[in-house]
């Protein structure tokens, strides 16, 4: 038995001061307060001074980093990419895919299924992905942001359950224009699988989004990004997407997709239990500047931008970083920034049982940060202890 004591520990909904979290076999066992219990004696104990102890980050969008693309024929396994992510407090991600040629697709789908069915039983300090991210093919022309025209495809239950049987049914995440001929029965279709059905790269109408609601979408991608611009006149889907307490939705938090103050007007609108981070990240995350694939696209990074021609195209945004902007430019205190990055998105991709929180029973993905929220150890089903 491992007992971990810090300064102060965010379940993330409970504060606890001077925290024990007892670990074993990977699992958290019991967490009290020293000021009411006592270390039992047969522990062995990490004590990480005056560090906050957060749930591990969670990344529900994400392309790749440390030089790896997911959507590269080359990775049959994403180990340089989850070792920046764990570096960066991110235990959990769902690799996510980007409009591309229908085959390359499909075999990227079958290589990603096999890296979540070995990352399911393996041990070490990697992230470890929970389920795909399909971004793309079902999405609008008129807001593809930097998805290639050509190999847009329009959404049908055929195409839907061919790239369903290339994940062999771990697509958890999908992201789909509401507008576009036939979304709403691939919404429905896709959502009674257990999908989790996102609205973006979208030019929809408010009446087109709420038939998306209804037909079963319950969240937004990159909100802002790729999307009809707020008018008061037509409020579009992004009228829906922040008015419904219903429909959760994600950001991208570096300063560059959103404006600071717009951030802001987000987070007041979406509350803190609605609200969540994504990178959306690319291979260069942790890389120097330079070019970097996108799939089939190339991409430059400079200046902290990622650039397909003069299109902006992704992130090197880490999670981390993200909490830090949320706290920095929304006003968020500690604990609603770090819930923003963990129990939210397992609550949106469905794994609060096994993801994005800290109790008695749940895997042992921890992120140890200073005070500045810097991480300085991540922690995966206990590994690194």
């Known amino acids: 038995m491992i007992a971990i004591t810090a300064g102060v520990l965010y379940t993330p909904l409970e504060r606890v001061d001077q925290p ?34 957060a749930p591990g980050f969670i990344d529900l969008h994400i392309h790749g980093a440390g030089g790896q693309d997911v959507m590269s024929p080359a990775s049959d396994g994403l180990s340089a990419m989850e070792t920046v992510l764990a570096r960066h407090g991110v235990c959990s991600y769902f690799p996510t895919t980007v409009t591309a040629p229908l085959e390359l697709i499909l075999s990227c789908l079958e290589r990603l299924a096999n890296v979540i069915d070995r990352a399911a039983n393996r041990t070490g300090q990697l992230a470890r992905p ?10 609008s022309h008129v807001r593809r942001g930097v998805h290639p025209t050509e ?17 062999r049914g771990h697509i958890k995440l999908m992201t789909i224009a509401p507008e576009v001929d036939g979304a709403i029965e691939v919404i429905g279709e896709a959502a009674r699988r257990g999908v989790v059905i996102s609205l973006g790269h979208s030019d929809a109408s408010l009446e087109q989004t709420r038939a998306a609601v209804d037909a079963g979408a319950r969240h937004a991608t990159h909100t802002f990004n790729a999307m009809r ?4 006149h037509e409020p ?7 008015s419904d307490p219903t429909v959760s939705a994600d950001i991208i938090l570096d300063g560059i997709h959103v404006h600071p103050a717009v951030i802001k007007l987000f987070m007041r609108m979406k509350g803190p239990d609605q609200a969540i981070l994504i990178s959306d990240g690319l291979s260069a995350t942790g890389m120097p500047e330079g070019h970097y694939r996108l799939g089939s696209m190339d991409i430059e990074v400079r200046g902290g931008k990622c650039l397909a021609g003069q299109t902006l195209a992704g992130s090197v945004l880490t999670l981390d970083q993200g909490v830090r902007n949320a706290m920095k430019f929304a006003d968020l205190n500690g604990q609603d920034a770090l819930r923003t990055a963990t129990l939210n998105p397992a609550k949106v991709a469905g794994i609060s049982a096994k993801a994005g929180a ?3 029973g749940l895997p042992a993905d921890i992120v140890v940060l200073n005070r500045q929220y810097e991480v300085t150890r991540t922690i995966v089903h206990g590994c690194g202890l």
């Open 20 to 53: 024990i979290v007892l670990v074993e076999d990977g699992v958290v066992g019991e967490i009290h307060s020293r000021a009411a219990s006592e270390t039992p004696r047969n522990a062995r104990v990490i004590d990480f001074g005056d560090a906050i102890l």
């Open 130 to 139: 929970l389920g795909i991210h399909l971004e793309g093919p079902f999405l």
């Open 151 to 167: 190999y847009l495809q329009r959404p049908t239950v055929a195409l839907f359950e061919r790239l369903w049987q290339a994940a």
């Open 229 to 232: 611009p707020l008018s008061h």
């Open 236 to 242: 579009g889907i992004l009228g829906l997407i922040l």
């Open 358 to 360: 800290l109790g008695p």
